[in-house]
């Protein structure tokens, strides 16, 4: 079956240092991946859209300065939150695409508190 | 812009009752159809989806027909169960270059046995 990891499941870190979170499509080929943020007040946040070879696109108010995705093969990706700040607080989702359907399968998330 | 709407935030049942969210999209383009159901702790899980006008998407005894119409694709079950306590996401996706899903606020179900 499809299969979605995020690693890792959580984690804590310094206001204004970064962490970086991984995400791995198993089962299946993701021709893209989205990351979203679920925060308690913004449900799904779409921070960006990453396709294989090609540009990754931002949504309004995320840049790549601030969360840059790297996407180097069809089950691999991973984000940097860079200069973490507490409004960057919440559950990171992976949303992996499935080549042969229109299933976006999501990893479990990885949940990120800034002290 | 391309949007989800779920009118309830929560909803509280007794098992066994029957189960309606509501779920109305508006989109640029014809859009594919989608329910997630999301457990504490977890991810969204895929529960079913509908990409046509009357197409009717079903998994685990819950259902939704496809409505262009009235651009809606309401969730319903006959008879909830406590394991179905969950938030539900109503979702559309769109080809617009790259595929891009949107989706709704989220509707929390808690079944009390």
């Known amino acids: 079956g499809a299969l979605v990891y995020q690693y890792p499941r959580r984690t804590i870190c310094k206001s204004g240092t970064s962490m970086r979170m991984e995400c791995q499509a198993v089962?299946?080929?993701?021709?893209?991946v989205a990351w979203y943020r679920q925060s308690p007040q913004k449900t799904f946040e779409l921070i960006a859209l990453?396709?294989?070879?090609?540009?990754?696109?931002?949504e309004q108010n995320f840049t790549q300065e601030k969360f840059p995705i790297s996407h180097p093969n069809l089950s691999f990706s991973s984000m940097t939150v860079l200069n973490a700040y507490l409004e960057d607080r919440g559950l990171y989702l992976c949303?992996?695409?499935?080549?042969?359907?229109?299933?976006?399968?999501f990893g479990p998330g990885t949940r990120l508190t800034v002290l | 812009g391309d949007s989800v709407t779920q009118t309830e935030g929560q909803v509280a049942l007794s098992e066994e009752d029957f189960l309606t969210i509501h779920c109305n999209y508006s989109?640029?383009?014809?859009?594919?159809l989608f329910w997630y159901v999301q457990y504490p702790g977890e991810g969204p899980q895929f529960l079913f989806r509908?990409?046509?006008?009357?197409e009717k998407g079903s998994s685990r005894g819950f259902e939704a027909t496809y409505d262009k119409g009235t651009t809606s694709f309401h969730l319903r079950k006959a008879s909830v169960q406590e394991s179905d306590s969950a938030v539900y996401y109503c979702?559309?996706?769109?080809?617009?270059?790259?595929?891009?899903?949107?989706f709704g606020a989220g509707t929390r179900l808690k079944v009390i046995a």
């Open positions: 949303g992996a695409r499935d080549t042969s359907s229109y299933e976006q399968y």
């Open positions: 089962g299946f080929q993701a021709t893209s």
């Open positions: 990453s396709t294989v070879n090609s540009a990754i696109k931002y």
């Open positions: 989109a640029s383009g014809y859009p594919a």
């Open positions: 509908a990409s046509r006008d009357k």
């Open positions: 979702a559309l996706g769109l080809n617009t270059g790259n595929y891009k899903y949107v």
